[in-house]
């Protein structure tokens, strides 16, 4: 069964710091890896997919890599905002035929002015 | 405007009374998802559909029912609403093959 852990579970960075969100999976067979942001109150928000294909994807003040052997996704943001304040949040896709997102309990991250 | 709608936003009912709620999404997208956030929890699917008329559970299917006779909609029921069902729930919807989900806004359900 497919686990995804973010770890840490919180963080706090005063703004203009670049900083790595981390997220790993236990089972390698992905087809693809999603990062979410996910505001109080509100739903998720797709932020980059990366196919199991792919080594990263680009968005912006965004990247996101992928290590599928080693089954680990990081997200890069640059000169954090407190704008960027908000869960992050990455799911995994299995292969096998289902549709089903496996989602890690994500990471809240507070960028203080 | 193109997208996913989830009704209502927020709903309090008792336990026991049957429930109902509404996603519809404008891009005809094949797949729609159901979702429950709860503390501790993270996200956790509850039923899923490929496409009209083709249903499947996800990991806490019990206690809901879904339909999906028409591609844009995708209601969810409580047919029996309980305490443990109070979460928030959201719906989520992709095309197919390797094509990102996108989510609605959520109802927040709380059944006293």
């Known amino acids: 069964k497919q686990e995804v852990t973010q770890i840490p579970a919180a963080l706090s960075v005063p703004e203009g710091e670049n900083l790595v969100l981390n997220c790993s999976f236990t089972?390698?067979?992905?087809?693809?890896l999603q990062w979410f942001r996910q505001d109080p109150g509100k739903g998720l928000t797709s932020l980059l997919l990366i196919q199991s294909s792919q080594r990263e994807q680009t968005s912006g003040r965004l990247n996101a890599s992928l290590d599928k052997s080693s089954g680990r996704s990081t997200l890069y943001i640059a000169a954090s905002q407190p704008g960027d304040s908000a869960t992050y949040l990455c799911?995994?896709?299995?292969?096998?035929?289902?549709?089903?997102?496996?989602f890690g309990k994500g990471t809240k991250l507070t960028v203080n002015p | 405007d193109a997208g996913i709608t989830q009704s209502p936003r927020y709903k309090i009912t008792e336990t026991g009374r049957q429930v109902t709620l509404m996603c519809h999404q404008t891009?005809?997208?094949?797949?729609m998802f159901w979702y429950r956030q709860d503390l501790g929890h993270g996200l956790r699917l509850i039923y899923y559909s490929a496409a009209a008329d083709i249903t499947d559970k996800g990991e806490v299917p019990d206690g809901y029912v879904v339909s999906r006779s028409k591609t844009e909609n995708f209601p969810l029921t409580l047919e029996s609403a309980t305490r443990s069902q109070t979460s928030v729930y959201f719906c989520a919807s992709k095309e197919t093959g390797g094509q990102p989900q996108h989510f609605g806004d959520g109802t927040r359900l709380s059944i006293l």
């Open positions: 089972d390698s067979a992905i087809y693809n």
């Open positions: 799911a995994v896709l299995t292969q096998g035929g289902s549709e089903k997102l496996v």
């Open positions: 891009w005809s997208h094949s797949y």
